[in-house]
């Protein structure tokens, strides 16, 4: 008994990992028996391309996570507002809702304390969002973090990801991948700045999609249970949204 309280009592003191505010994903799961919320409370991205212009709005998008064990969690994403405007020759079209919800199972396959942390997270896609918004499809996909700590209490991530996507014409699937590299270091004892990049290849039938993207995040972690974050990323292809913008919470119960 008194081994599991000093158990409890430990996992109870190490500071909130979200996954937020780059594109990559964290190694570190949530402790087992605690819930774990991740906000993202405005998203705002525009893309240009051939003369079109997209916006796209989300708001209040929560990740909510719970720890089963001492290295797996699980975690529900929903999008209960997101709106796309898209201005082009044919003049401008604009369609709001939810989005798609996303399931997913972390296993961490290292100690929490170790200097090189790896996970595995298969995910599951699911098609809640309207035909104006989302494809309508299942997809899924497998995400393997990796993570190194560097002296001063800084890290090296490496997110590389695997999907199973609908293609564009609704019919059949096809393959993408994508990578994020991010180093993270302290900017003061309780800020915390990344700077990341990232790149998706998809082979969609109807014509290949390369996307990339140069990202700023910046976190600031008011206790050991909530923090507050804010990123920039800014596209690289014309697939790529030219820019955008996110700012977000995360609190641990």
């Not at 051939?50 to 929903?78: C, F, M, N, Q, R």
């Not at 800014?234 to 977000?248: A, E, K, W, Y």
Request: net charge negative.
């Amino acid at each position: 008994m008194l081994a599991l309280l000093a158990l409890a009592a430990a996992a109870a003191s190490d500071p909130i990992c979200p996954d937020r505010p780059a594109k990559g994903t964290s190694p570190c799961t949530v402790p087992a028996g605690r819930f774990q919320i991740e906000v993202d409370a405005l998203d705002w991205s525009r893309t240009r391309a051939d003369g079109d212009t997209e916006y796209d709005w989300l708001a209040g998008a929560p990740v909510i996570k719970y720890g089963l064990g001492g290295s797996t969690d699980v975690e529900l994403a929903l999008t209960p507002f997101e709106r796309v405007v898209h201005h082009g020759s044919d003049g401008r079209q604009a369609a709001s809702g939810i989005g798609d919800t996303i399931l997913k199972v972390k296993q961490r396959l290292t100690a929490k304390d170790a200097k090189l942390s790896l996970s595995v997270i298969p995910y599951l896609r699911l098609p809640t969002a309207s035909h104006d918004i989302g494809d309508g499809k299942v997809e899924e996909g497998v995400i393997a973090p990796v993570s190194l700590n560097l002296p001063n209490d800084g890290s090296l991530a490496f997110t590389p990801e695997i999907d199973r996507l609908a293609n564009q014409d609704s019919n059949g699937f096809h393959a993408a991948v994508s990578a994020s590299l991010a180093l993270n270091y302290p900017l003061s004892k309780s800020l915390t700045g990344t700077l990341e990049g990232w790149a998706e290849r998809e082979w969609d039938p109807s014509g290949s999609k390369h996307q990339a993207s140069a990202d700023l995040g910046l976190a600031w972690q008011a206790s050991d249970d909530l923090q507050f974050d804010a990123a920039t990323f800014l596209g690289l292809t014309r697939d790529t949204p030219d820019v955008q913008v996110s700012i977000g919470v995360s609190r641990r119960f």
